[in-house]
């Protein structure tokens, strides 16, 4: 059987003919001939994704489906917490796990807004 591909309109990138986004620039791909059509699931709240990386940092991505990343996000926080708790000061440690839940729920909030599933 042929393998069918065709080339992202947005960044050129060669993607597999039936991709409904552009696993480079994680863009939804225009209908084409022969594509099946994307079911619409129920959006994600961006507040709730946002608020919960806020409070549990990476937990706003597991909400979007994003497992790994909200794994990376709070094993990462953690771990650097952990390990630098003898070496610096209480006050950085929590200074550095706030600038992290920001930079989670700032990440939640583009995935979201941009539509990267």
Do not use: H, N
């Amino acid at each position: 059987m042929e393998s069918r591909e065709k080339f992202c309109p947005y960044c050129g990138t060669l993607i597999p003919y039936m991709d409904e986004f552009c696993p480079s620039c994680y863009k939804a791909q225009p209908s084409m001939p022969g594509m099946r059509s994307a079911i619409e699931k129920p959006s994600k709240r961006v507040w709730v994704a946002v608020l919960l990386s806020l409070l549990i940092t990476g937990l706003g991505q597991v909400y979007i489906g994003q497992w790994r990343k909200g794994i990376a996000f709070f094993g990462g926080t953690f771990l650097m917490g952990f390990f630098l708790f003898d070496v610096i000061d209480y006050g950085l440690i929590m200074l550095f796990g706030t600038i992290m839940a920001i930079i989670s729920a700032y990440d939640a909030y583009v995935t979201l807004k941009s539509g990267i599933k």
